[in-house]
């Protein structure tokens, strides 16, 4: 079978890509190194948090950046895509495996999110089970920790949290013991734990005892992998107020919840995940690559294809990489890399949290996300670059990366099926279905 | 403050300063250590991790050899618990004088470390990574030594036997009635309060700083070269022997397996200021090549971090010495014959090796000048830790953990479980993470604190009862200090590895907005 497309990555570029592809009806096939690196993110999708300053209106200020800045991914995609984007995805995860569960929030305004150090977080659409959290409300919040559990630490969180709203929020913090559990707590054993029967019921039972009647209870992103809606409910129920997550250390079971739901998504639409897969070698031709040579399974394999979706991110997910001689190599293709500073240049600053000149390197593209060699001139005709591997970007500074990987990953979809008519037609009116 | 009396004030915790300590405290001498940092935090703990056998010096420096053979042969009775019997091995890559194989073994002959020539293909059995074109090969008794067990070792020593050791205090005037040092005033950099010590005699141990502490007392000339050198550990044991290049001494001559890593080293640029710790990228490269030379492949295997520390070496403005005499030997200067001030000694230069000599060397001279007969007792004593004469072994912690998995870890890179680091924090009183990396090892491992450094400073948070601000700051100033030693060498996975801890820090917890961290 020749798939229409082959999408190297699994994480939310390529799973957005993949998902928006499969389902207007074209033959997806996504290759993944491992189990992507949804699993590292906090599961909000962050669209713009900083620039500069502290964002409040992501869209607004992402037209802006677009302007200003125009190396930057946002300007090769502008704030209508990244709407259009923001809007698709809150619609598939409602139709999602994990439904009822939604993601909730607006691409117009940041929600500020308590961080699991205790940081006002500027987040643009996150999962219901975080809404509570949003720290704009004011309020009182009683942050609430297991016994044991290494990766959350609700006394600093209450204290940071107090102090950054400068007294307007009253925080406190208060530890309970966790479920029994086979072994130390750790973010994915509580997480499995909640999942299974009378568990949550349990420690419903348990909250309505903590704190006062007027605090929203913030506790660890541990509201189970396969029914966060209803556990979280349980707990509201229970504890008679209002219960949120504060994303935790990787791994993330709300970022594990996004993956589960995306790859669902993306099979029953049709597509394919191979994981453990990864490309050494392409076949090209004059300005189009072929064909995938991809190890997987121990063995190598030929995929031909009509596009390729490069998804691979940036240096932290293997999508590009720093050599000893300090050259940067794009690790797929073999795409040249842009923003990389010349050998015996500085390539970081000696203050951790500066800005580093390494820090946006990564993959040159045009407004149709195809990659650009070192001369500013178009590689390949049938390959589009999103997410991490998009250089220009500093997605951790800027809380931007889900963004940008989510609205180029949509975009990408939407470009190849209006390259590809026929099936484009169908997918039009998928794509545009608004949500409520 | 009322001030603290001590029979001994001793100036740098170094290995040399608390092994003074250690000496002074067996002795039955009241004794006060302090250093203005944390202990070894200047050169002891930034070296390579080498317990010398004297091999590197038997044809360059035959005095140092010997010095170091005999300290090795004490040091593994009395110190066994921070030393791993890795053996050592020289060997002649291809672009090395195959000649000095020759001078080489006449000179062990002559200052008496033992070695045993090997043929090169038992090496490669033993050592596969090792360069196989090395045409010839050389056993001798190298070791490798962790020099922040070592100090802890030595500071639990003085305490238990009536001493002081005061971290955090910087001698800010040294006291002199007459002409005899009679004590100090120090600092404590963390509070700004200021405490003065009384003491009969004063030993300056302060290695490259010594210059900078005589001239308190009124001394010039005291003259030390800063003779800066890097390292670089490398994410694995490459080697399970220590490695050198059978040459005359010279830069990236050495691999150390220590602990879960390997250091190669060093250079040597003669620095203005010790507290010069800058990492050049010329140097980093040389490294990086030279390593090849031991190990091919080393260029592109995973560097986990870089660090410099200084050597001391003395040069007297007084003596018209020649330059040998700066060499890595140590010098004692006895300030009453020099300079006609008593009660102050100066114990500089040497190596980690021959720290014990040097303090039985300064301590004895103190008897000496005080008109008192107490024999030392260092040579028989073992430190703390090491009374069963046990080495220390690369399995150590693993076995500690299987034997008890209940405890969590902390830090999982370094197998630090939950009970030890709240112990260590306790113990030490810190607000600062980089302490407990000295005293457990924390964020030394493959992932640099990319974990363990939000989970300790909650940790710290709950334990030291701190303010979020003190806490905040405990982070962020490891996270500065783990940064520090990974930038200059970050390429390869190791990026990968920091991204990915950039990624937790700043995009899930968002460090960089906390309340207050320009404060910081």
Redesign the interface.
């Known amino acids: 079978m020749k798939p229409d497309v082959v999408v190297v990555g699994g994480g939310m570029s390529g799973l957005a890509a993949g998902v928006g592809l499969a389902e207007a009806g074209a033959s997806v096939l996504v290759l993944a190194k491992g189990a992507g690196s949804l699993q590292?993110?906090?599961g909000t999708i962050d669209l713009l948090?900083?620039a500069g300053e502290?964002v409040d209106h992501p869209l607004r200020a992402i037209a802006a950046l677009a302007e200003r800045d125009p190396g930057h991914p946002y300007a090769l995609l502008g704030a209508d895509v990244v709407a259009d984007a923001a809007r698709w995805l809150c619609s598939r995860v409602a139709d999602g495996p994990l439904a009822p569960y939604r993601y909730v929030g607006s691409p117009e305004d940041n929600m500020l999110l308590p961080?699991?150090?205790?940081?006002?977080?500027p987040s643009a659409l996150v999962p219901e089970t975080m809404g509570a959290g949003d720290l704009r409300q004011g309020g009182r919040m009683l942050v609430v920790g297991f016994r044991?559990m290494?990766?959350?630490?609700p006394?600093?969180i209450a204290?940071?949290l107090?102090?950054?709203t400068g007294g307007a929020m009253e925080v406190r913090a208060t530890q309970i013991d966790p479920p029994a559990l086979d072994g130390?707590p750790g973010t994915m054993r509580l997480a499995r734990a909640l999942g299974r029967p009378g568990v949550a019921e349990a420690l419903a039972t348990r909250l309505a005892t903590v704190g006062r009647d007027d605090e929203v209870l913030a506790l660890p992103a541990v509201l189970s992998i396969g029914d966060p809606h209803g556990v979280w409910e349980t707990l509201q129920r229970g504890a008679g107020r209002p219960v949120c997550e504060i994303?935790t250390?990787?791994p993330?079971v709300p970022g594990l919840r996004l993956f589960d739901t995306l790859r669902t998504l993306l099979r029953r639409a049709g597509g394919r995940l191979v994981t453990g897969s990864h490309v050494v070698g392409f076949k090209g031709s004059g300005d189009h690559i072929e064909a995938l040579r991809v190890h997987v399974s121990g063995g190598e394999r030929i995929y031909a294809t009509r596009w390729v979706v490069l998804a691979t991110g940036?240096?932290?997910s293997?999508g590009l990489?720093?050599?000893?001689d300090?050259r940067m190599r794009e690790t797929a293709l073999g795409l040249d890399v842009a923003g990389v500073p010349a050998p015996?240049q500085a390539?970081?600053?000696?203050?951790?949290?500066d800005d580093h000149p390494l820090g946006r390197a990564g993959v040159a593209a045009d407004g149709d996300l195809r990659p650009l060699d070192a001369r500013g001139q178009r590689r390949w005709e049938n390959v589009l670059v999103v997410g991490g591997a998009l250089g220009g970007a500093e997605?951790?500074?800027e809380?931007s990366?889900e963004g940008i990987a989510l609205a180029s990953g949509h975009r990408a979809a939407q470009l190849i099926l209006g390259a590809e008519g026929s099936v484009s037609d169908s997918a039009a009116t998928k794509v545009a279905q608004p949500i409520a | 403050m009322s001030p603290i009396e001590a029979d001994l004030l001793v100036i740098g915790g170094g290995a040399t300063g608390a092994g003074v300590a250690w000496d002074a405290s067996l002795r039955g001498y009241r004794t006060v250590l302090v250093d203005r940092s944390d202990l070894a935090d200047g050169t002891s703990g930034r070296f390579h991790g080498l317990l010398h056998s004297g091999g590197r010096y038997v044809v360059k420096d035959p005095r140092a050899a010997t010095e170091c053979i005999k300290e090795n042969l004490i040091l593994r009775q009395v110190a066994a618990a921070t030393i791993e019997d890795t053996g050592g091995l020289f060997v002649s890559t291809p672009a090395d004088d195959l000649s000095y194989g020759d001078e080489f073994l006449q000179g062990c002959a002559d200052t008496g470390v033992p070695v045993e020539e090997i043929a090169t293909d038992e090496v490669l059995r033993r050592e596969p990574r090792v360069n196989p074109a090395i045409r010839r090969a050389f056993a001798v008794p190298d070791g490798s030594i962790d020099a922040w067990k070592l100090l802890n070792a030595l500071a639990s020593g003085i305490t238990e036997h009536g001493g002081r050791v005061l971290t955090y205090h910087k001698v800010i005037a040294l006291h002199r009635d007459g002409d005899a040092v009679t004590g100090a005033t120090l600092r404590d950099t963390r509070t700004d309060e200021e405490m003065e010590v009384t003491a009969a005699f004063t030993i300056n141990a302060s290695g490259a700083w010594a210059g900078q502490i005589s001239a308190m007392a009124g001394i010039e000339g005291v003259t030390i070269v800063p003779g800066r050198g890097i390292m670089i550990a490398m994410n694995h044991r490459l080697v399970n022997t220590v490695v050198n290049r059978c040459t005359m001494p010279a830069d990236g001559d050495i691999l150390v397996p220590i602990r879960t890593v390997s250091v190669i080293g060093t250079t040597d640029v003669e620095a203005d200021d010790p507290d010069d710790l800058t990492v050049a990228?010329a140097e980093v490269d040389q490294m990086?090549d030279a390593g090849d030379q031991l190990v091919p492949g080393f260029?592109?295997a995973r560097a986990l971090r870089v660090w410099a520390g200084v050597r001391p070496l003395f040069r007297d403005a007084r003596a018209q010495g020649s330059d040998r005499d700066i060499s890595r030997a140590h010098t004692l200067l006895d300030h009453r014959e020099r300079d006609g001030v008593q009660r102050f000694i100066t114990i500089t230069g040497g190596k980690l090796t021959t720290f014990r000599l040097m303090a039985q060397e300064a301590v004895d001279a103190m008897c000496l000048a005080l008109g008192e007969d107490r024999p030392c007792r260092t040579r028989e004593q073992p430190l703390p830790g090491s009374e069963s004469g046990e080495y220390y072994t690369v399995g150590t912690r693993l076995r500690a953990r299987e034997s008890d998995g209940?405890d969590?870890l902390?830090c999982e890179c370094e197998m630090i479980p939950?009970t030890r680091l709240e112990a260590a924090m306790r113990d030490k009183g810190t607000v600062n993470l980089d302490d407990i990396r000295r005293a457990l090892r924390l964020g030394m491992g493959p992932c640099q604190g990319g974990?363990c450094t939000?989970?300790a400073?909650?940790?710290l948070?709950?334990v030291g009862h701190l303010?979020?601000?003190t806490?905040?700051a405990a982070?962020?100033g490891f996270?500065?200090e783990?940064?520090?030693g990974t930038?200059?060498i970050?390429?390869?996975d190791q990026?990968?590895q920091s991204?990915?801890d950039?990624?937790?820090y700043?995009?899930?917890?968002?460090?960089?907005?906390?309340?207050?961290?320009t404060a910081a």
């Open positions: 590292l993110a906090p948090g900083y502290r961080t699991a150090i205790g940081v006002p977080r044991g290494k990766d959350f630490h006394a600093l204290d940071n107090t102090r950054a130390e994303p250390l990787p993330s940036g240096v932290s293997g990489t720093l050599d000893a300090w015996r390539r970081f600053s000696p203050r951790y949290l997605p951790w500074r809380k990366g | 990228q990086l260029r592109n209940s969590p902390v939950r974990f939000y989970r400073t909650g940790i948070h709950e303010d979020g601000a806490a905040d982070l962020l996270l500065q783990r940064w520090k930038w200059p970050l390429h390869g990026l990968r991204r990915l950039d990624w937790i700043q995009g899930l917890l968002d460090v960089e907005h906390l309340p207050d961290w």
